[in-house]
């Protein structure tokens, strides 16, 4: 008895660290990414020094960002202003834990491609990604500056706004699902391909526009990155973050970045369900089958980043009053309808 429990905590511990690396990883790739697709759609080549293909830039990035000197402003709060990133990274980290890479697979009681399978994992991915909040405002704050405090309160009023309707957005899928288990909602979508996905066959279009559009107002993505708009505010609230504490409010943008893109693809996309159906259940052996949901899942994860980068680099940035009103007045009433439309669906269907 004693040894299996080792064996678990051995097990977990594995998987926390392997799925930490990976999502650093995929972090300095996703800018890399970002970097290239840009280069392209400005008709220039991007990073391509740094190793074959400019592959080896995330590296050199972080070397130098790791290297260069940590200033500490006399006028800050020191206490919230080194706190501020890592709660904003924690945050950011701590909402991958409840995602599901793959099918249910199990060694030792361990379940391989998910670190906690929870029956409300949903709201704790909601829960943990609005505290980030706070590592926002604190920074603006303790950092003594009317540039940063500007960028923090424009943040914390957007998250707020945005939020409200990103959260209604997703109670059709719930309602469809009848539960906030994120494996119960890929399941219900994985009877017959793509025509099961919850944004075709759930008829749960609107509601992916809705989220989509309010994540990327959640993660101060252009054309609603007023938070940072360096005409206006500079760097917005990490203005007097130098060295690793700005490393950390980067990395976590864009583990944000990631985490939306996988509960995108895990509520509308069929997450590693086949958008092929069962057609090629049997091909292939025991390993094939336990990775090619694996595949499927990294494939609709990469096209959400693809459309963050391509919006990036083709939509110019909203006014505020645009950004506020489009949130309260558009986004919001649409989400409540989408939710009136959906049980009255589901109520017909019974």
Known sequence: MEASIWIFLLLSVLKVAVVTVVLLTAVAYTVLLERKVVGRIQNRWGPSRVGPFGLLQPLADGIKLFLKEDLLPTHVYKPLYILAPVIALTCALISIAVVPFGREISVKGVDLFQISDLNI???????????????????????????????????????????????????GVVLRAGSFRLRDIVDIQATHGLLSWNVFGGLQ?????????????????????????????????????????FAMFFMAEYA????????????????????????????????????????WFVVKVFFFLFLYIWV?????????????????????????LNIIATSLWLAYRA
């Open 256 to 295: 944000n970045m990631i985490t939306v893109s996988c509960v995108a693809t895990l509520l509308f996309l069929g997450g590693w369900s086949s958008p092929f159906g069962n057609l090629l259940s049997a091909w292939g052996g025991p390993v094939v089958q336990a990775l090619l949901p694996v595949f």
């Open 205 to 245: 279009f609107v509601a992916f526009f809705i989220y989509l559009t309010a994540a990327y107002a959640e993660t101060n993505r252009a054309p609603f990155d007023l938070p940072e708009a360096e005409s206006e505010l500079t760097a917005g609230y990490h203005t007097e973050y130098s060295s690793m504490k």
């Open 121 to 171: 994992g949903l709201l704790v991915i909601l829960g943990v990604t609005s505290v980030g909040v706070y590592g926002i405002a604190l920074s603006g704050w303790s950092s003594n500056s009317k540039y940063s405090l500007l960028g923090a309160l424009r943040s914390s009023a957007q998250l707020v706004s945005y939020e409200l309707a990103l959260g209604l957005s997703l109670v």
């Open 312 to 336: 990036r680099g083709t939509l110019p940035r909203f006014r505020y009053d645009q950004l506020m009103g489009f949130g309260w007045k558009f986004l919001l009433p649409v989400a409540i």
